[in-house]
């Protein structure tokens, strides 16, 4: 079962998301401030069990997906969480020597979910300040349902109301005031800085109801630039597990309904071979049981 949030005829709405066609709810679901929540109809809210009966149903009216605008499917969350360096492969192919999970912890850093965010179809815009090195990264997104503090880490993906797809676009040579003196810490900045350029987020075309994808740790990961395969993994090849994330992140701060986390991406990004974005450009973002998020590339 994936849901996803669209826009039809000036108004917000809701529904059952199938590749090419959505299929709107049948009941007047629209929230206060015209929005569709998706939550209240995934795992933990409190609409999920009539979204299963719709669903069961197999009868709703569809539109195709082109007649509709598709929206980021939890536009709003309170904390959007990303790892970096949770493939192996892609730790070794930007220089790095990846370590066992038992030696090491997850990074954990954040994106501002309000400016960063972007529907699909949306163009990723390429940032005036810093055109030239703007990479992609093909992730798998969690949306979590339940919240929690010290959340161990056999009941994490109870926690889960479902999961999505995150492009976390990079700027990977992002160098603010380049007349500045060096200080110790500069590159590490410069690198969390160039993670926050406005659209630099790409989130959906759906969420995947936890009740239906029950496993995230097997799932293929493909990602295109203009047609052209460059990353293809799965997720079984993530260092830290979604579970063990979960784990992590709610010993440090309390998770809530809402949040979203992004557990990192695979190899190929276009920093390994210095092919960097650039207006004109397709992408084209697939996760098995999710769907594709594809996002055109334009100058800001």
């Given at each position: 079962?994936?849901?996803?949030?669209?826009?039809?005829?000036?108004?917000?709405?809701?529904?059952?998301?199938?590749?090419?066609?959505?299929?709107?709810?049948?009941?007047?679901?629209?929230?206060?401030?015209?929005?569709?929540?998706?939550?209240?109809?995934?795992?933990?809210?409190?609409?999920?069990d009539?979204?299963?009966?719709?669903?069961?149903?197999?009868?709703?009216?569809?539109?195709?997906?082109?007649?509709?605008?598709?929206?980021?499917?939890?536009?709003?969350?309170?904390?959007?969480?990303?790892?970096?360096?949770?493939?192996?492969?892609?730790?070794?192919?930007?220089?790095?020597?990846?370590?066992?999970?038992?030696?090491?912890?997850?990074?954990?850093?954040?994106?501002?979910?309000?400016?960063?965010?972007?529907?699909?179809?949306?163009?990723?815009?390429?940032?005036?300040?810093?055109?030239?090195?703007?990479?992609?990264?093909?992730?798998?997104?969690?949306?979590?349902?339940?919240?929690?503090?010290?959340?161990?880490?056999?009941?994490?993906?109870?926690?889960?109301?479902?999961?999505?797809?995150?492009?976390?676009?990079?700027?990977?040579?992002?160098?603010?005031?380049?007349?500045?003196?060096?200080?110790?810490?500069?590159k590490?900045?410069?690198?969390?800085?160039?993670?926050w350029?406005?659209?630099?987020?790409?989130?959906?075309?759906?969420?995947?109801?936890?009740?239906?994808?029950?496993?995230?740790?097997?799932?293929?990961?493909?990602?295109?630039?203009?047609?052209?395969?460059?990353?293809?993994?799965?997720?079984?090849?993530?260092?830290?597990?979604?579970?063990?994330v979960?784990?992590?992140?709610?010993?440090?701060?309390?998770?809530e309904?809402?949040?979203?986390i992004?557990?990192?991406?695979?190899?190929?990004?276009?920093?390994?071979?210095?092919?960097?974005?650039k207006?004109?450009?397709?992408?084209?973002?697939?996760?098995?049981?999710?769907?594709?998020?594809?996002?055109?590339?334009?100058?800001?």
């Amino acid at each position: 079962m994936r849901l996803c949030r669209f826009e039809d005829d000036g108004r917000i709405a809701a529904g059952f998301y199938e590749d090419d066609r959505v299929s709107p709810f049948p009941d007047d679901h629209v929230g206060a401030g015209g929005d569709a929540d998706l939550l209240a109809f995934l795992p933990g809210g409190a609409a999920f069990d009539r979204a299963r009966e719709w669903f069961d149903r197999k009868d709703l009216p569809s539109r195709p997906v082109g007649e509709v605008r598709l929206l980021v499917p939890n536009p709003r969350p309170n904390k959007l969480f990303l790892l970096a360096g949770n493939y192996a492969k892609h730790i070794e192919e930007c220089g790095g020597i990846a370590a066992e999970r038992a030696e090491t912890f997850p990074y954990v850093f954040m994106k501002p979910p309000s400016t960063t965010l972007n529907d699909p179809g949306a163009p990723v815009r390429i940032p005036k300040s810093s055109p030239d090195s703007i990479d992609w990264e093909l992730e798998l997104g969690v949306v979590i349902g339940k919240g929690g503090k010290h959340i161990a880490e056999a009941d994490a993906l109870s926690h889960v109301a479902g999961y999505t797809i995150f492009n976390d676009i990079s700027d990977r040579g992002f160098r603010p005031n380049p007349s500045r003196t060096e200080r110790a810490r500069d590159k590490f900045f410069d690198w969390l800085h160039g993670k926050w350029h406005d659209s630099s987020c790409p989130s959906g075309p759906c969420i995947a109801s936890a009740h239906t994808l029950t496993d995230p740790q097997n799932l293929s990961l493909q990602l295109r630039v203009n047609g052209e395969l460059r990353q293809d993994a799965n997720t079984v090849q993530q260092i830290f597990p979604v579970a063990a994330v979960i784990e992590f992140i709610s010993n440090i701060t309390t998770l809530e309904p809402g949040d979203m986390i992004s557990t990192g991406t695979s190899a190929g990004v276009g920093f390994a071979t210095k092919s960097f974005l650039k207006p004109g450009d397709k992408i084209e973002a697939t996760i098995e049981s999710i769907g594709t998020l594809t996002s055109p590339v334009e100058a800001e």
